[in-house]
């Protein structure tokens, strides 16, 4: 090997262990995803609610269940108030009838989350939106003793409020909407409630992110998580649900387990530049001719439909719908160069004058595609209608 070569390499070598290093002390960025799990300490974990819950109920039992609900309720004898807390829960039909069986035996359910639809109560939520960016949300609660004390939050989130309620057997908690600044409200709707039923309660709450480390960590807001708290009862043990938790950790193969450590990350590079070295200086020494290889043959068709098939035996129907929504957005940014940051009333009057749909069918097809979004399952109708719409968004703008 001549001296140029050498230079060539050690420079190589150089850049790589430089790249590392900066990789491995740079500053972590925020991650702010919706985890709700009491041991992530992320924005949106709950470890704060997790070490503070024993010392807002000291006489309390605070019981982890990690099982869903339909397991760990088929010992009758449990009693307590169950807690749940995460950015979407679905409810199977049986699942959810052995709460209900729970609560008429003089229990309490607890349920923040966005988009609580339950036709067996007759609940059903809807999604509020802001006039323009400068109105700020607020949060109140109806209790007498709450007077005159409202809450805000900064950042954005889905605000979802009940558009439909049992009125025989509801109480009205809460509310929330918007307000502009002139300080006047534009929007507003209800977002806590406590339902009656049989000798027990259900407790509804549409903003989740109220439990999160950031919501208790601002001043401005502890006291209103501490309020929402104050209708857990005492004398009986809280069940905090641990299983329908949007952070779950999954290890969905070896290779993500490896690079989901940063120590494990560094050393699998450190073995890939060693092997990368090695195959160097040994290519220099040893030449093997070189067999024609035979071009490939384009098998595209082919891919395609193994991908589909592993997709259709999965019955993965939520990936599949997760997929289309995102490359129909792209579409819209690249096609009518309209942003998606924000998807309201302005947004679907400016897409449907540059698409030929009227604004009625663009805001169902967002309106189908947040129902979506907020669910953890979908059926293979629900994803069929999702097709259908966007296939149909198209062949208007294509004059079809």
Same mark, same amino acid.
């Given at each position: 090997?001549?001296?140029?070569?050498?230079?060539?390499?050690?420079?190589?070598?150089?850049?790589?262990?430089?790249?590392?290093?900066?990789?491995? $002390?740079?500053?972590?960025?925020?991650?702010?995803?919706?985890?709700?799990?009491?041991? &992530?300490?992320?924005?949106?974990?709950?470890?704060?609610? *997790?070490?503070?819950?024993?010392?807002?109920?000291?006489?309390?039992?605070?019981?982890?269940?990690?099982?869903?609900?339909?397991?760990?309720?088929? *010992?009758?004898?449990?009693?307590?108030?169950?807690?749940?807390?995460?950015?979407?829960?679905?409810?199977?039909?049986?699942?959810?009838?052995?709460?209900?069986?729970?609560?008429?035996?003089?229990?309490?359910?607890?349920?923040?989350?966005?988009?609580?639809?339950?036709?067996?109560?007759?609940?059903?939520?809807?999604?509020?939106? %802001?006039?323009?960016?400068?109105?700020?949300?607020?949060?109140?609660?109806?209790?007498?003793?709450?007077?005159?004390?409202?809450?805000?939050?900064?950042? *954005?989130? +889905? @605000?979802?409020?009940?558009?439909?309620?049992?009125?025989?057997?509801?109480?009205?908690?809460?509310?929330?909407?918007?307000?502009?600044?002139?300080?006047?409200?534009?929007?507003?709707?209800? *977002?806590?409630?406590?339902?009656?039923?049989?000798?027990? &309660?259900?407790?509804?709450?549409?903003?989740?992110?109220?439990?999160?480390?950031?919501?208790?960590?601002?001043?401005?807001?502890?006291?209103?998580?501490?309020?929402?708290? %104050?209708?857990?009862?005492?004398?009986?043990?809280?069940?905090?649900?641990?299983?329908?938790?949007?952070?779950?950790?999954?290890?969905?193969?070896?290779?993500?387990?490896?690079?989901? %450590?940063?120590?494990?990350?560094?050393?699998?590079?450190?073995?890939?530049?060693?092997?990368?070295?090695?195959?160097?200086?040994?290519?220099?020494?040893?030449?093997?001719?070189?067999?024609?290889?035979?071009?490939?043959? @384009?098998?595209?068709?082919?891919?395609?439909?193994?991908?589909?098939?592993?997709?259709?035996?999965?019955?993965?129907?939520?990936?599949?719908?997760?997929?289309?929504?995102?490359?129909?957005?792209?579409?819209?940014?690249? $096609?009518? +160069?309209? %942003?998606?940051?924000?998807? @309201?009333?302005?947004?679907?009057?400016?897409?449907?004058?540059?698409?030929?749909?009227?604004?009625?069918?663009?805001?169902?097809?967002?309106?189908?595609?947040?129902?979506?979004?907020?669910?953890?399952?979908?059926?293979?109708?629900?994803?069929?209608?999702?097709?259908?719409?966007?296939?149909?968004?198209?062949? @208007?703008? +294509?004059?079809?």
């Amino acid at each position: 090997m001549d001296r140029k070569s050498k230079i060539y390499i050690a420079a190589f070598v150089v850049l790589i262990l430089c790249f590392i290093y900066i990789k491995s $002390t740079e500053k972590k960025k925020i991650n702010w995803f919706p985890s709700y799990v009491s041991t &992530h300490k992320i924005p949106y974990g709950t470890f704060i609610l *997790d070490k503070q819950l024993p010392k807002l109920f000291p006489s309390t039992n605070i019981i982890k269940s990690y099982q869903p609900p339909f397991l760990y309720l088929k *010992d009758t004898s449990i009693i307590g108030t169950y807690f749940f807390a995460d950015e979407a829960i679905n409810f199977g039909k049986e699942e959810f009838e052995r709460l209900m069986k729970f609560v008429n035996r003089g229990n309490d359910v607890f349920i923040a989350t966005h988009g609580i639809n339950i036709d067996t109560l007759g609940f059903k939520t809807k999604r509020i939106i %802001s006039e323009n960016f400068k109105e700020k949300v607020f949060f109140k609660f109806k209790n007498k003793a709450f007077k005159n004390k409202e809450f805000t939050f900064d950042r *954005d989130f +889905n @605000n979802q409020v009940f558009k439909k309620i049992d009125t025989l057997n509801t109480t009205v908690l809460g509310i929330t909407g918007y307000v502009n600044e002139e300080n006047k409200r534009t929007e507003e709707g209800i *977002d806590f409630v406590k339902f009656n039923y049989g000798e027990g &309660h259900f407790y509804f709450f549409t903003f989740p992110e109220l439990f999160t480390n950031y919501a208790i960590l601002r001043t401005e807001n502890e006291q209103q998580t501490a309020n929402v708290l %104050s209708y857990i009862r005492s004398d009986i043990p809280i069940i905090w649900d641990a299983y329908y938790k949007s952070g779950k950790s999954k290890i969905k193969s070896p290779m993500h387990y490896l690079l989901s %450590s940063k120590s494990l990350k560094y050393a699998y590079y450190f073995v890939l530049i060693g092997l990368l070295l090695f195959l160097i200086f040994e290519g220099k020494r040893k030449q093997r001719s070189i067999s024609i290889i035979t071009p490939l043959k @384009n098998q595209s068709l082919a891919f395609t439909q193994t991908i589909a098939n592993m997709y259709f035996e999965n019955q993965d129907h939520k990936n599949i719908a997760e997929q289309q929504i995102t490359y129909f957005l792209e579409y819209i940014r690249s $096609t009518f +160069n309209i %942003s998606t940051a924000k998807l @309201n009333n302005d947004f679907y009057k400016k897409l449907a004058s540059k698409s030929n749909n009227n604004v009625e069918f663009v805001s169902k097809l967002f309106t189908k595609i947040t129902q979506i979004q907020i669910k953890n399952t979908i059926t293979d109708k629900e994803l069929i209608e999702l097709n259908k719409l966007i296939e149909k968004f198209k062949n @208007n703008f +294509n004059g079809k």
